[in-house]
């Protein structure tokens, strides 16, 4: 039962233009929402993160949009460049057992920005 | 400021061996998880340790196990080793306060054979 979908597993984008990788999830006890960056033989780099009582978070060329009546969130890269091509795993953290602060990741989207 | 180191980085071995990997967090971070991230997968939660003391724990059987020393670093020990627990152990390292953002070392590699 996977509770955060990312259904592409890569995606080809020109430099200069726009990014969007998108992510589902099903789990609404989910109150927090980050996006990672793996490169090969490195762990992931954390990129941005939004509250699940905001729609919008902002930092320079990301930016994340969060809906959560559709249970769906995006994040977008303006404009991309070639050293965004990486693996990108979006991530919903909540309280699991005891008073640990769990991450439940994605299968990842491999983004590949052709110069 | 050092971020989240992880030893070894390779390590291969026999099923039914037992295997302990080493994380130290990033300073002043309180708080580690560790994650197992199969191949072609996103990382899966294994279990979380804060102030020496397992606080959280995913759908791993027991043989998982784990430490937390005073100056906040951590070990994973996987007993009975099976083929399936061949992956990348990831460790994750969070602020006080703040461990809704974790830090990630590279990872271990782990080969099952």
């Known amino acids: 039962d996977q509770q955060v979908k990312q259904n592409s597993p890569s995606l080809s984008v020109q430099e200069g233009r726009i990014s969007i990788l998108n992510c589902d999830y099903t789990?609404?006890?989910?109150?927090?929402f980050l996006w990672y960056k793996k490169y090969p033989a490195e762990g992931p780099t954390f990129l941005i993160s939004?509250?699940?009582?905001?729609d919008k978070n902002e930092d320079g060329r990301f930016t994340v949009f969060l809906n959560k009546s559709a249970k769906h969130l995006s994040l977008h890269i303006v404009p991309s460049q070639p050293g965004d091509s990486a693996v990108y795993f979006c991530?919903?953290?909540?309280?699991?057992?005891?008073?640990?602060?769990?991450?439940?990741f994605g299968s990842g989207t491999q983004l590949t920005v052709l110069p | 400021e050092t971020g989240v180191t992880q030893s070894p980085t390779h390590l291969i071995k026999t099923r039914g061996q037992q295997v302990t990997l080493r994380c130290s967090s990033q300073s002043g971070h309180n708080t580690v998880s560790w994650y197992q991230q199969a191949l072609g997968q996103g990382p899966q939660f294994i279990f979380q340790y804060y102030r020496e003391e397992e606080n959280g724990r995913g759908n791993f059987p027991p043989r998982f196990s784990g430490l937390q020393f005073p100056n906040y670093s951590s070990e994973l020990n996987v007993n009975a080793l099976e083929l399936d627990d061949s992956a990348l152990y990831l460790c994750?390292?969070?602020?006080?306060?703040?461990?809704?953002?974790?830090?990630f070392g590279q990872g271990t590699r782990l080969t099952v054979v």
């Open positions: 939004i509250s699940s009582i905001k």
């Open positions: 991530a919903a953290s909540q309280i699991s057992s005891g008073s640990a602060r769990q991450l439940t």
């Open positions: 789990n609404s006890m989910f109150d927090y």
């Open positions: 994750a390292s969070s602020l006080p306060g703040r461990n809704t953002e974790a830090f």
